[in-house]
């Protein structure tokens, strides 16, 4: 991604937006946090677009939980401190 990055960048393209090309919920936060992180806390410029992320789900209500920041995946002790119960 990186390499497809600064090539973009050296033909001219000034607007990017990155895909991992990761679709489980898994490996795209991972992806997400490693491009965040080597953008922000290392200053690496190849990733200092914004990211786009598509989801897999075939039934409407389980692509909500996935496009939002709660989802299945989201552990509960998170979930209970973050929000009252119930609402996670």
């Avoid at 806390?41 to 075939?58: D, L, S």
Wanted: with cysteine.
């Amino acid at each position: 991604l990186a390499a497809l990055s600064e090539k973009a960048q050296a033909a001219g393209a000034a607007d990017l937006v990155l895909d991992s090309g990761a679709r489980s919920m898994g490996e795209v936060l991972q992806n997400e946090t490693i491009i965040r992180r080597a953008a922000l806390r290392k200053r690496f410029r190849p990733f200092g677009f914004p990211t786009i992320t598509f989801t897999q789900a075939e039934d409407l209500s389980m692509e909500v939980l996935e496009a939002s920041p709660i989802s299945p995946s989201t552990p509960a002790s998170w979930c209970s401190s973050t929000w009252s119960r119930g609402n996670c």
